[in-house]
């Protein structure tokens, strides 16, 4: 087998386990490109080529046994730093961990294990996943690989630019307000936002706990499918986590298949504030659907209209709760600790030093949210507008199977272009944040280039809670039916780095 | 008029009373007795070596989340069930924000408006010149949240984070389930509200222990109290309340909730303002030092928390748990009040003296009801009041009672030898059956032995013979004695006797 890094992860794994190519080739393969383009793109903050080659090495020796294996061993993954890995730096892109090595698994670990995936390292992000273009890691930005003078999205452009620059067929992102989703998007890959509570958040290192999900990223529907299967699923580590069986997304996948089904196009999301060249593809992508045998209806959600500005006070006061630990008393980076400042002084110079603007800017907010005498104007109401885009969302699904949108209003911008206008970059997740507030899936597959400026377009399909298989059901038909007009995927238009 | 170093000036408790009239309220956290914390598997064991006991989640690692124990709720709405409070049929957690090192998530999970249990009483009972007499003290709500690490701050004077040279934190105890009772205010107690407040806590301690759910010890810290305290002039509308904190034994209780009194009483008849603070008590003095002031109130920025489920007891759990209740101990003492035909007095020095359940559960083993009183009530509690500790911290077991009750019983101990093996088991010296072997207390029972050494006391005072033959048999007595003495007690008394005047031919 050739070109070992353009391959499709279901196809790797079946090329491994039939002996045609050993996991450990593959992985080296991936290990070299990594070496060859990552100094431009900056996917990863860490990269264990010895760990991983000792995990696929274990995978060969299976596969020689004959132990029989899933649909994803010996595939290598890329891993966003937000997710502990025992013995592993896990940063969330701060400075303030910087050094700090888990002593434990996440559950989304332990489960890539299980299924025997190989994990190459961790992906560079936005810092505490707070951002649309990764530019706020405390590591350096990452490029989008389509052009590296732009952003790969965010906050999970490092597992997104993994997948495009061919550094790992497989990826993890989370998605708290479009994460995951928005990467996929601007990086021409796909990407799932499963349902709340539908992948185990246990060891993920937390950014707003009621939004944050992690999910599964790749190339094709199908790998994600696979990935998405690999990670779900109850866990007892995490109270929030459904105790229910997890939709087939497997089989939906395979079976991509529109036929009969209801499409909601949201009214509010698209029109004004939409790039020309995404308004374009996004409605061609509605005919394709409509050709295959969908009924594409137009539905209203009111309620979205204020989704942004509850999304941004639930999300900072959340979060400024959740990173209140990181104080320099147990782990990560301790300043001033000189014998002469007290607890009060390192825990504060500590915090100045550990944490980047964005999540300063972030803490205060949230800070200020929560506060006695303005709770019921800020977080109580923000709490309101999540229960009335829940009722739209129900509502719409009363109507229809799916929804569906363009993922962002733009494809990818220049990095810097919004650093300093926090405003403009809030905007850009305009389309992604209402899933997370109605705690429901969603998934981000490319469905061509914007005509204006040569980049991927990404298209959103929203689906009821647990009902994620429909995710896959309308990408999978969508994906077909776009490689068949095109005889290739999107992602092999993307440039040689 | 007293004053302390710290410029507090105290006056006469009775005087204060005069003029005052106090209210209280009393927050008091109980440690729950599960073998898992609160939201992970680590054991909750006392005495363990610093942070051995801890894992990702009580430590509050980046990623971590916390899961509730079952059995933690199942014990809070127990001890609401108990206290004759509603429990509610949806409830939250909240996050309370705070920086310390002690907590390692910088938040405490805790319950805010939202608790398990809400709205019940607790009876208590007061002895006053004129008998017991019964305050009803009502509960605002029970509600579960987590233990602290704990700081040892060394260097510096005070043994405080401030001037201390650098400070330990051990996380073992971080997340260990507690639940916090708080009182609604206590009015109308006049000058029995240091005795009430000590009833109360006590009250609800034996409520605790009854029902199994924590070992309640205050001197290991496993149930602690907070005292409020105001007072107003009679008439006059409520005063500025001080909360006393670090209240940690029973008879703290009452100590804190009188020098508050005292101490209140005299900020205000010198015309002061009373400061709504945080006060520390001192078991030392007796004495409360002023802490943090409350006048800025700190802002806990309150939410729910995100990463745990509503807690949702069914109603047909909540009557389980109701039908399963054990006997309470205000109903359990009027039980044995009557089993044991005893009058309020004797049942209140019982209960006061935490003679109570050992007592029972002596009796309960086959020992005789007034043996077992007499044991617990008398010798050993002499003991424990001389060493300053509570009765069942003593070594001394029902099942040591039993077995030296058998041994009098059987003529093999008396009264005085038993003493002696009590003496010996409170100094560790091993079992009943080892310190009567290594103490030589066996009684002597070989008459042979007894008649040598009562002809040898016979010979000693040949006049007591005389008296004896002539009638006067009360002269035995000093025979008796002599012969106790030469034997060192090891003889049964009235055994002696009888040799003794069938030695002399006289019968009583
Ligand atoms: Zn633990």
Redesign the pocket.
């Known amino acids: 087998m050739s070109d070992l890094i353009r391959q499709n992860a279901s196809v790797l794994a079946n090329a491994i386990a039939t002996k045609e190519v050993s996991a450990v080739e593959v992985t080296q393969a991936h290990l070299d490109r990594i070496t060859a383009v990552d100094d431009k793109v900056h996917a990863f903050l860490h990269v264990n080529a010895q760990s991983a080659l000792d995990q696929a090495k274990a995978v060969d020796a299976k596969v020689a046994s004959g132990v029989p294996l899933g649909p994803l061993a010996g595939v290598p993954l890329g891993l966003k730093d937000v997710l502990a890995m025992k013995g592993e730096p896990t940063t969330a892109g701060s400075r303030i961990l910087e050094g700090w090595r888990p002593p434990y698994d996440s559950t989304v670990v332990q489960r890539l294990r299980a299924a025997d995936i190989v994990i190459l390292g961790k992906t560079n992000m936005d810092e505490f996943a707070m951002g649309s273009s990764t530019e706020h890691s405390a590591y350096g930005a990452t490029h989008n690989p389509w052009d590296l003078d732009r952003i790969p999205g965010g906050s999970g452009g490092g597992s997104a630019a993994a997948l495009a620059a061919f550094e790992a067929p497989l990826a993890i992102g989370t998605d708290t307000g479009g994460s995951i989703r928005q990467p996929a998007s601007v990086t021409g890959t796909v990407g799932v936002k499963p349902t709340y509570g539908g992948v185990s958040r246990y060891g993920q290192i937390a950014l707003a706990s009621s939004l944050d999900q992690p999910g599964p990223c790749a190339r094709t529907v199908l790998d994600t499918a696979l990935l998405h299967a690999a990670i779900a699923g109850y866990d007892p580590m995490d109270s929030t986590s459904i105790n229910a069986a997890v939709p087939d997304v497997i089989a939906a996948a395979q079976r991509a298949d529109v036929r009969g089904m209801k499409i909601g196009v949201v009214k509010e999301l698209g029109g004004d504030g939409y790039q020309a060249g995404v308004s374009q593809r996004y409605a061609e992508a509605l005919e394709i659907l409509q050709g295959l045998g969908a009924e594409v209806i137009e539905v209203s959600c009111p309620s979205f209209e204020y989704a942004l500005g509850a999304y941004y006070l639930i999300l900072p006061s959340e979060a400024s709760s959740n990173l209140a630990r990181f104080d320099g008393m147990r782990y990560g980076l301790r300043v001033g600790d000189d014998g002469n400042n007290g607890v009060e002084q390192v825990m504060s110079m500590t915090r100045e030093a550990g944490f980047g603007p964005e999540v300063k800017r972030r803490i205060m907010l949230g800070t200020y949210a929560l506060s006695s005498g303005y709770y019921d104007a800020y977080y109580g109401q923000a709490q309101k507008v999540r229960t009335l885009i829940t009722r739209d969302f129900n509502a719409a699904f009363e109507q229809v199977d799916v929804l569906v949108s363009p993922t962002a209003p733009t494809t990818a911008f220049k990095l810097g272009e919004k650093l300093d206008d926090p405003i403009a970059m809030y905007l850009n997740d305009v389309a992604t944040i209402p899933v997370n507030l109605a705690g429901i899936g969603a998934m981000s597959l490319p469905i061509g280039l914007a005509p204006e400026d040569g980049l991927p377009v990404g298209f959103q399909i929203m689906a009821p809670a647990m009902a994620d298989d429909r995710l896959y059901l309308a990408g999978g038909a969508l994906e077909a039916a776009l490689t068949d007009k095109w005889g290739h995927l999107l992602i092999e238009e993307a440039p040689e780095l | 008029m007293t004053t302390t170093s710290h410029g507090d000036v105290y006056i006469p408790f009775e005087e204060a009373m005069s003029r005052y009239e106090p209210i209280i309220g009393i927050e008091t956290h109980v440690e729950l007795g599960t073998n898992s914390?609160m939201w992970?598997?680590?054991s909750t064991d006392f005495g363990s070596d610093a942070n051995t006991q801890?894992?990702p989640?009580?430590l509050g690692l980046p990623g971590s989340m916390p899961v509730v124990n079952r059995v933690a709720v199942e014990s809070t709405i127990r001890i609401g069930l108990a206290l004759n409070c509603n429990i509610a049929q949806w409830c939250r957690f909240a996050r309370k924000n705070y920086f310390y090192p002690d907590m390692p998530k910088d938040y405490q999970i805790s319950q805010y408006d939202e608790p398990l249990c809400y709205d019940g009483y607790l009876d208590v009972t007061v002895d006053t010149p004129d008998g017991p007499q019964v305050f009803r003290v009502e509960i605002e709500r029970v509600h579960m949240e987590e233990d602290t690490g704990k700081l040892t701050h060394t260097g510096g004077a005070t043994g405080r984070i401030h001037g201390a040279e650098y400070s330990l934190v051990d996380y073992n105890r971080a997340?260990i389930p507690l639940i916090e009772i708080v009182t609604k205010t206590v009015i109308g107690t006049g000058s029995l509200a240091p005795e009430v407040a000590k009833a109360y806590v006590k009250e609800l301690r034996d409520v605790m222990r009854a029902l199994g759910v924590s070992d309640v010890r205050m001197e290991e810290g496993s149930m602690r109290c907070d005292v409020n305290l105001s007072l107003n002039k009679p008439g006059d509308g409520w005063g500025t309340r001080s909360e006393t904190k670090n209240v940690n034994s029973l008879r703290s209780v009452e100590r804190a909730v009188r020098s508050e009194i005292e101490r209140q009483a005299s900020v205000l008849d010198n015309g002061g303002r009373v400061i709504q603070e945080t006060r520390h008590f001192h078991e030392d003095t007796g004495r409360s030092t002023s802490g943090r002031s409350k006048e800025q109130a700190e802002d806990y920025r309150y939410f729910p928390e995100p990463d745990l489920v509503p807690v949702a007891p069914s109603l047909d759990w909540v009557e389980e748990l109701r039908a399963g209740l054990p006997e309470m101990p205000s109903v359990k003492r009027a039980r044995l009040k009557e089993e044991w035909n005893i009058n309020d007095f004797e049942l209140a020095s019982l209960a006061n003296s935490g003679a109570l359940d050992l007592v029972e559960a002596t009796i309960a083993i086959g020992v005789d009801s007034v043996a077992a009183r007499k044991w617990w009530t008398g010798e050993l509690l002499r003991v424990a009041n001389e060493q300053g500790v509570e009765l069942e911290a003593l070594r001394v077991a029902p099942q040591d009672i039993q077995q030296v009750e058998a041994l009098i019983t059987s003529g093999a101990l008396n009264d005085k030898l038993a003493r002696q093996v009590f003496e010996g088991i409170l100094a560790s010296e091993g079992t009943v059956e080892e310190i009567i072997a290594t103490r030589g207390l066996a009684v002597v029972s070989d008459d042979g032995a007894l008649l040598a050494a009562i002809d040898e006391a016979l010979a000693a005072a040949p006049d007591v013979a005389e008296k004896i033959l002539s009638g006067k048999i009360q002269a035995a007595g000093a025979v008796v004695g002599a012969v106790m003495k030469a034997t060192k007690g090891q003889a049964d008394a009235a055994k002696v006797r009888a040799l003794l005047l069938e030695r002399l031919g006289v019968s009583e």
Request: glycine residues 22%.
């Open positions: 914390k992970c598997g680590c801890v894992c989640v009580c997340g």
